[in-house]
């Protein structure tokens, strides 16, 4: 079925909001292209030649970015575009026409332009998704594609925060008013916990800020499963300017990141790699 930019579903889900997007990646990672954008650094992926692929879950309003690669100088108009295959069933065909923003760079193709960005919106209702992105044609040019999601609307108050086996010390971070439950996990202990059927976890993370850190930190969480490695995260962030209470007195940590991931039924256990670093986790489930 070609929707031709619609949706068959109702307009009920377009109607979350936009705001705390998210970037998800393809399942072909290698694929990631940073691009420059004024002064922000952003993921893309390439789509050339063969398909993305990505699994999100609803509800949720997805939202892509597509910029085609242009010769630097040209200043003329460019088509592009791309095919949506939403669960092997649903096709959407995209199209659009932009000149190059100059605005954009990037470090790895200094030679390379790129359009201002052709955006596609759409819906998806609750559960597991399977989208599969394609160039339009064999001969497509390789356009630039940046999908967000929204996670925090899509999952507030529909998860269950999970209590770990170990003795992973458990805190109250004020937000204003507001209480929220967090695991502190450092270098020396661990985040042992159990699920009892396949879900899917999501942990939201921030790292606590000392004196002598930049604004700009990177850390690194590793999940196993019965002492078998399944994931190494490797997790940039940065300070928060959020005004945050632990017991009464100022908490400097980042701005949150998060994590999703299927699990099947097991024990986990999540570590801090990295030494003189200390992470707070929320790891919440939900029903796939």
């Known amino acids: 079925m070609n929707l031709n930019l619609s949706y068959k579903y109702i307009l009920f889900f377009s109607l979350i909001g936009l705001s705390f997007g998210k970037a998800v990646d393809p399942k072909e990672i290698s ?68 000149r190059i923003y100059s605005k954009i760079t990037s470090a790895e193709h200094k030679r390379h332009g790129y359009s201002s960005a052709g955006i596609y919106t759409f819906p998806i209702p609750p559960g597991k998704h399977k989208i599969e992105m394609l160039p339009l044609s064999k001969s497509s040019r390789p356009v630039m594609v940046r999908m967000i999601i929204h996670p925090q609307n899509r999952d507030r108050g529909r998860g269950k925060f999970i209590l770990p086996d170990s003795e992973t010390p458990l805190f109250y971070i004020n937000f204003g008013e507001k209480k929220v439950r967090y695991l502190q996990l450092d270098y020396w202990n661990q985040m042992k916990f159990s699920i009892d059927s396949a879900k899917r976890i999501k942990v939201i993370c921030r790292l606590k800020y000392f004196e002598d850190m930049s604004k700009e930190q990177n850390y690194r969480l590793q999940l196993s499963k019965e002492g078998e490695i399944i994931k190494t995260f490797f997790i940039k962030t940065e300070q928060s300017s959020e005004f945050l209470q632990l017991d009464g007195i100022p908490l400097d940590i980042s701005v949150s990141k998060s994590i999703d991931i299927e699990l099947d039924s097991g024990s986990y256990t999540f570590e801090l790699l990295d030494e003189k670093r200390s992470v707070y986790l929320r790891v919440m489930e939900y029903e796939i």
């Open 31 to 98: 694929n990631r292209e940073i691009l420059i954008v004024g002064e922000n650094r952003q993921e893309y992926f390439s789509l050339y030649s063969s398909s993305l692929n990505f699994v999100v879950y609803g509800p949720d309003t997805i939202k892509i970015y597509a910029r085609k690669a242009i010769p630097a100088r040209d200043r003329k108009v460019h088509s592009f575009g791309y095919n949506l295959v939403l669960n092997k069933k649903d096709t959407i065909s995209t199209s659009f026409n932009k």
